[in-house]
């Protein structure tokens, strides 16, 4: 039985869908990552199951008991949101261990949880201290502390990263999903930053606009996108637009601007039919110089440069003046690549996602919101 099953959820503000026929289950125990920029739905989503808001339609079932009318209180859930929502006349300490007194865990026990938590977020020597004389962050993971304190078997975490240094949240997000494998926690965990969405998640769902564009393991929405969004959304992609000029059992050639071919693996497409294509920046190769008329092999101007500590990003404009971005590990530069250098870049036809042409165009799919 899943921990947690959503049934055409729909949550409306006004004229807005907040959330627009949300369905989807969440098995014991297991660590979803929900993945979407601001405005895509993701606060409303947690809320929703949280019983903070109710759904205009749909339902929500938690251990297969419909609670959708049921009040935050009476729900084993527990939801960790983006303000801390800390007492500012309680100390660290106290913030901490009201849920599980609330419970009526004796005080013994509740401050050993409580105490075991801080520890976890590095915050066990500022037990006595009030919220208001901690920073941000630190009262971010006050709040992250009191959650994992609170005993709920269903947690709902909200950028619970978001306000912590670089180095921390890398730590603590390890940490995090260690804690709630070893605690047998079902976690449902808000983010706008992929790379903590594919480190921490046993499944990645991605929102757009309020509706679930993907839901799969981390291999599979970064490497079997099924939309364009989620393509660009999860990872660095190039899109370019084309015509399908033929196709074999083998695959198709694509025709680009100015006539422009290149060979993909993809034959589900008609022969005239618009498609997008689209290649991950890490499966991009780029040499110094042309090299002949090679399959998926194109010429062009390198137009940017950038540095990013352990690769190089290289953008080039095509000779048909379209764009598409590599992506090269820094140990496999061998030949230094200015601005203004003419190159070849090149891709497997393996490595390449095909989609129907969208109706908005491919600028309105890659749009957020």
């Known amino acids: 039985m899943p921990a947690l099953r959503l049934l055409n959820v729909t949550k ?7 959330l627009d026929d949300v369905t989807f289950e969440v098995k014991d125990r297991e660590y979803l990552c929900v993945l979407g920029s601001t405005g895509s739905g ?49 100390t660290i300490l106290e913030n901490v261990v009201f849920g599980p007194l609330a419970k ?33 962050g630190m009262q971010q993971r006050v709040a992250l502390a009191r959650g994992l304190a609170s005993g709920a078997k269903l947690l709902l975490l909200d950028e619970p990263l978001g306000a912590l240094d670089g180095r921390l949240r890398l730590e603590l997000r390890t940490k995090l999903r260690k804690l709630a494998k070893e605690s047998n926690l079902t976690v449902i965990h808000v983010t706008h930053d992929q790379e ?30 099924e939309k364009i969004f989620v393509a660009n959304f999860v990872g660095n992609t190039t899109f370019l637009e084309a ?8 695959g198709s050639t694509l025709r680009l601007r100015e006539g422009l071919t290149v060979r993909v ?37 390198v137009t940017a440069v950038h540095f990013l500590g352990s690769f190089i990003r290289y953008v080039v404009m ?45 600028q309105g799919e890659l749009e957020a919101n």
């Open 42 to 90: 993701k606060t409303t989503l947690l809320r929703s199951i949280a019983g903070i808001l109710h759904p205009d339609d749909g339902d929500v079932y938690l251990d297969g008991e419909k609670v959708t009318e049921i009040s935050a209180e009476e729900r084993n859930a527990v939801y960790v949101p983006q303000t801390y929502a800390l007492f500012p006349h309680m």
């Open 196 to 225: 903590e969405a594919m480190t921490i998640g046993d499944r990645i769902l991605v929102l757009r606009k309020g509706k679930l564009q993907q839901l799969g393991t981390p291999y599979h929405v970064y490497n079997r996108p």
């Open 104 to 136: 009526n865990t004796s005080r013994g026990i509740a401050e050993e949880t409580a105490g075991r938590m801080l520890k976890l977020v590095r915050l066990d020597k500022r037990a006595d201290a009030y919220p208001n004389e901690l920073s941000g």
């Open 318 to 362: 095509l000779t048909n003046g379209d764009v598409i971005a590599a992506r090269v590990p820094i140990k496999e530069v061998n030949t230094e690549i200015n601005k203004g250098d003419w190159v070849s870049i090149s891709f497997d036809p393996m490595n390449t996602h095909i989609y129907e042409y969208p109706t908005l165009g491919l």
């Open 265 to 301: 693996r993809d034959s589900s497409f008609e022969t005239d039919e618009a498609v997008i294509l689209s290649i991950r920046e890490e499966n991009t190769s780029i040499m110094p110089e042309p090299k002949g008329d090679e399959p998926n092999r194109l010429s062009g101007e």
């Open 12 to 18: 409306r503000f006004g004229a807005i869908k907040a």
């Open 243 to 250: 015509i399908v000029k033929t196709r074999s059992k083998e």
